[in-house]
């Protein structure tokens, strides 16, 4: 169990406007001046000091680019004023792409059907998220599940609106394809970080089963430009948008 902490709702200086842009589901181009940064993600398992899936994050003119580092099969690109989302996969020579519209309908539709006021706090859609004032600690919690986040400042509220709108994406396609826990949970939180005008530096998932609680962690290092090597990185995603086959999600391998 986590050490129990007293929590208070505060008003946040910066949330109407960068909720506008991240619930509305306006283009990127209407909320802020894209910044090009980068974000090193680690997750870890249990105690484990070796990170169990890495990612590299590029923001660029708008553009976002998901590079897993261990397991690299998968791409995923954010088209964020095209209001598309682009899956490739290097092992197929094949991409996916999914309109922001289609994401976020689909996201309405797995809402829609938890009907029961049960069903919908197991699914953590009326979960609200929390702040410790004192601590700067962040928490949401439904069920057996329980997130608390650790944020960084940072001088640039865009960079917050930009990643936060990547990270509801992320959460609405990994819906879409059934991947890891219901994300409502983790959106609400997600959003609630943004539009306080931070990014989250450490994010703990503990997952109460029985009388065991499994732990992971995930860590995030912002570094406020891309390298030549990022820049390298972007160069070869594109070449595969232009040269990938198109095919259905449907048809897209798990």
């Known amino acids: 169990m986590l050490a129990k902490i007293t929590f ?3 008003p946040a200086l910066h949330r109407v406007p960068a909720l506008l842009c991240l619930v509305l589901g306006l283009t990127l181009s209407l909320c802020v001046d894209a910044a090009d940064f980068r974000v090193e993600t680690k997750i870890y398992e249990g105690k484990s000091e070796q990170p169990a899936a890495e ?5 660029q003119t708008g553009l976002v ?3 897993p580092q261990l397991d690299d099969r998968y791409l995923t690109v954010y088209d964020m004023e095209r209001k598309r989302v682009i899956l490739l996969d290097q092992q ?3 991409r996916t792409t999914l309109s922001v519209d289609d994401l976020v309908r689909i996201t309405a539709q797995a809402r829609s059907a938890a009907e029961t006021r049960d069903q919908q706090t197991r699914l953590g859609i009326l979960a609200a998220p929390d702040i410790d004032p004192e601590t ?3 928490r949401i919690q439904f069920g057996d599940t329980e997130y608390t986040t650790t944020v960084q400042e940072i001088a640039d509220i865009n960079l917050a609106i930009q990643y936060g709108q990547f990270a509801d994406l992320a959460s609405r396609l990994n819906l879409v394809r059934r991947i890891g826990l219901p994300p409502f949970a983790r959106m609400s939180l997600n959003q609630r970080i943004a539009s306080d005008g931070k990014l989250p530096k450490e994010t703990t998932l503990a997952i109460r089963r029985g009388i065991a609680t499994d732990r992971f962690r995930s860590t995030h290092d912002v570094i406020g430009h891309i390298s030549q090597s990022d820049r390298k990185r972007i160069e070869e995603a594109g070449s ?3 040269l990938y086959r198109e095919i259905p999600l449907g048809e897209m391998e798990p």
């Open 92 to 94: 197929s020579k094949t």
């Open 240 to 242: 595969m948008l232009a």
């Open 55 to 59: 990612h590299l994050i590029l923001f």
């Open 8 to 10: 208070h709702r505060v």
């Open 65 to 67: 680019y998901d590079l």
């Open 136 to 138: 700067n600690l962040y």
